[in-house]
């Protein structure tokens, strides 16, 4: 039985955000400017890919059908 809590939307955007901002968005807005950045907060894992639907696609092939902080990078 999985008794994992399943974090809401707000928390979700709360902790992508904190790890943005803590972990990325230096070398991110340093090397990859406008492309996009799903993060799984629960993993502390990111995908990176200048097309949306295509970072999405990445991160659910290895993370599965969830939901993830996304962002472009440059926008926070």
């Known amino acids: 039985m999985d008794n994992k809590k399943t974090l809401s939307p707000r928390e979700i955007?709360?902790?992508?955000?904190k790890f943005y901002m803590e972990n990325l968005k230096e070398d991110l807005e340093k090397n990859h400017m406008g492309?996009?950045?799903?993060?799984?907060?629960e993993e502390k894992k990111h995908y990176i890919?200048?097309?949306r639907?295509?970072?999405v696609e990445m991160a659910q092939e290895e993370s599965?059908?969830?939901l993830f902080y996304i962002i472009k990078i440059g926008d926070i």
């Open 49 to 51: 890919n200048p097309d």
């Open 64 to 66: 599965g059908n969830k």
């Open 13 to 17: 955007t709360q902790m992508g955000e």
């Open 53 to 55: 639907l295509r970072a």
């Open 35 to 41: 492309e996009y950045v799903v993060i799984d907060v």
